[in-house]
Structures are given as C-alpha cells and as structure tokens.
C-alpha cells in the first residue's frame, strides 16, 4: 500500500543507511521527513475526494514521463496500475506523454520590457484516442498540467476556468496543483542526489 | 458547482523583475478566516499566514500544506552548516527568474541581498537573468539550479565539479539541490493560482 512506502525519496536515490547521501539526508531530517509527508499526503490521502487514487497516480506517471525522469514515472505508473486503472487508461497516459513531450520552460511575459524573453512553445490538447482513454475530466486536467510542468509562466484564468467547466472543484485544482508542483520537487531532489551520489568525494579520487 | 474564477480588482503588474515587495492576487476563492477549521488553521504552521490569500488558497488541502511548509522551512532555515542563507536565497531567485516567477523572484532576491549584503549583484540577476556573471561562486551556484530546473534537467557531473572547485561540500551542493527543487514547487503554485501586483507601498 502507498501508505506504508518506505521514504520514496531514498527508494528513488538508491539510499543506503549509513551511506554518505543518508548522513547528509540526516542533517535536514525536518525536509527530509515532511518531503515523504507531503507524498502521503497527495497520494495516499486518508480521504480522496473527487480526485481519486487514480486520478493522482495517472497524473503522477504524466508529470514524471513529461520530466523524462524513468526511474520515477516507472514508480508512478507501477501505483496507477495498483490503483485499478484499465488498460485503456494507461495506454492513455503513455500516449500522452508521447504526444505532449518538449523542452522547457517557455511561455511569455505580461506585454512589456520582459517580452524580449518570450519563447514560443506548444499548448498541449490531448489527441482524440488519447482523450478518450483519459475521459473528459483527466483530459483536461492533462492540459493543464502540461503548462504547469513545461510553460507555467503562461498560466491565466483561462486555463483554471476551463478545468472548473470539466467538474473539478476550487478544492481538487489545489490538490492537481500541488501534486504537479510537488513531483517537479521530488523528481528535481531524485535527479540532483543522484548526479551527487554518483560523483561522491570518494569515488573522485 | 458555484466554483469560480476571481477576477483580480484593478491593480498594477509589475513590467519588471524587481526585489520591491509585491502584492500577490488569486484566482480561485481562498477559504474565508470564519470557515476555516481548526486543521486548516494549523496548516498554516505560522498563524499570521491567515492573513495571506496564497497560503488560505492552499490551505484547501491542508495536509499538503502543512507538509510543504515544513519542508520549505527546513530547506532555509536550517543553520546546521552547510550552505549559507545568503546562498540558499541565491538558488531560490535563480530558479524564480529561471522560471519566470516575479513574485517569488522578489521575495527571494530581497532575502538573498539581505543577507549578502551584494545588492548589485542581485539586481543583475534580475534585470540581466541567469547567464549574468555574479563572480565564480554566486555563477555555479546560478548555473547549478538553472541546469536542475530545466525540464528536462540537464543537471550533470559538471555542475557537481564546479560547485566543489568553488569551495562547496556536499551538504552544501545537497542544499542547492533542494533550494532550487523546492522553487520548482513553489514557483508553480504562485504562477498558477494568482497574479503579481505592485504593491500599495511601491
């Protein structure tokens, strides 16, 4: 069960007790505590809501494909597939990130002095198949979380009314928002400790 | 559902990345003080954040909240070694104007030129981004959490080796590392949820 994961972010690293990243881990033990608390807190949530386990792990493994980041979307799709999700449903998230998939950020600037910086990139709208293994909720959700991992400076009212339209609450669009938002965290510490760990101190010299 | 977009009362956006304080203005509807639970209320760990839209925003899903929050202040905060404030501030303005965040790049900035006292070097950062040279140090640590932030990271063994040469250990490349992933989270929630404004002081 989610609840009961071994600190994810350690699995991730490839952390070993009483290794150099555990030591230093152990120096920051309130971040290192609450990183994990804020997993449960978003995917083995003690009341789900309107945004179900599903729900959370599907948009999981599409943030975590969209990073490129394999170790950890394989996590996530191995909890979608737990969670109960059809075939149809994860061959709608592969084909997702297949189709989303880009470089960022990009996005644009208010119309001013920082306009010079704009760089164009695409908006995401979920290909037809794909939308309609994800169903019309999930598929909106999907776009908006394409812009908030790749082009999130581009973020306007437009795009929270448009998932207030598909029957989220003001409520879930904070829990989506904190989700995606947290794994850009998540996945940036796995990445980081990892480059760290594999040019430790010792295996320099 | 009565759920509803916001639409900000008349305001002035700020044209330019700046450390001047700005007002932050939301989108979706921030649970009112007089509904908020006892569990929403100590989601916010600090009982003054009750007065912040941004924070009784998020407090909708408290446990979240609550957890980020003590993640964040741990990331800061934290005086056992490793890198200095000034530094960890650094990271997080990198990351904000990496990612195109004004508000937190001006919290940020503000912090960093604060406790660095290297007010101009900050405003280059601001007004000439991330490729502006800030020394030998302050420009690894920049180019560490640029590289870290880019999706996807293009974070590597080099970024590692230049923090080391520039005088870090690895507590204190860990404490890059977490100061520019956390602005990847924040960073996210401030541009998503609401807007910048110049604030009334300003």
Not at chain 1, 56 to 74: N, P, S, T, Y
Not at chain 1, 151 to 158: K, L
Not at chain 2, 176 to 181: K, L, Q, R
Request: hydrophobic share 45%.
């Amino acid at each position: 069960m989610p609840a009961t994961d071994a600190d994810v972010i350690d699995a991730l690293v490839g952390i070993a007790p009483g290794s150099d990243l555990d030591a230093i881990r152990a120096r920051r033990p309130e971040a290192r505590t609450h990183a994990q608390t804020t997993y449960r807190a978003l995917f083995a949530p003690e009341k789900p809501g309107a945004v179900t386990l599903q729900d959370r792990f599907a948009v999981g493994a599409f943030v975590a494909g969209l990073h490129g980041a394999a170790i950890v979307a394989a996590r996530y799709g191995e909890r979608l597939v737990e969670s109960g999700a059809s075939t149809a449903l994860r061959d709608a998230v592969d084909a997702a990130v297949a189709e989303a998939k880009t470089k960022g950020p990009y996005g644009s600037y208010p119309a001013g002095p920082l306009s010079r910086e704009d760089s164009a990139g695409p908006v995401y709208r979920a290909g037809e198949s794909t939308r309609r293994g994800l169903g019309p909720r999930l598929a909106a959700a999907f776009e908006h979380v394409h812009m908030l991992v790749f082009h999130p400076r581009d973020a306007a009212p437009a795009s929270l009314k448009t998932l207030l339209d598909a029957d989220w609450s003001t409520t879930d669009i904070v829990t989506i928002s904190q989700i995606v938002a947290f794994l850009s965290f998540q996945i940036r510490v796995v990445t980081g400790l990892r480059v760290l760990a594999g040019r430790s101190a010792r295996s320099t010299t | 559902m009565s759920d509803k977009v916001l639409t900000p009362p008349e305001h002035k956006a700020p044209a330019a990345f700046t450390r001047a304080q700005l007002d932050w203005l939301p989108w979706l509807e921030p649970l009112a003080v007089e509904e908020m639970s006892a569990r929403h209320m100590a989601s916010l760990v600090d009982a003054a954040r009750v007065k912040s839209p941004y924070f009784r925003l998020l407090a909708r899903d408290p446990d979240a909240l609550e957890a980020r929050t003590r993640t964040d202040k741990d990331i800061f905060y934290n005086a056992d070694a490793g890198l200095p404030r000034a530094e960890r501030e650094l990271a997080a303005a990198a990351t904000s104007r990496f990612n195109g965040c004004l508000y937190c790049a001006s919290v940020h900035a503000r912090h960093a030129a604060t406790y660095s006292k290297r007010e101009s070097d900050v405003d280059r950062l601001l007004d000439a981004g991330v490729g502006a040279d800030l020394g030998e140090r302050w420009s690894a640590i920049v180019a560490a959490s640029v590289a870290l932030s880019a999706t996807p990271s293009t974070f590597g063994p080099e970024h590692v080796d230049r923090l080391r040469r520039a005088g870090l250990d690895d507590l204190a490349i860990a404490d890059v590392i977490h100061a520019s992933a956390f602005f990847n989270w924040a960073n996210r929630l401030m541009l998503s949820l609401g807007e910048p404004a110049v604030g009334a002081g300003a």
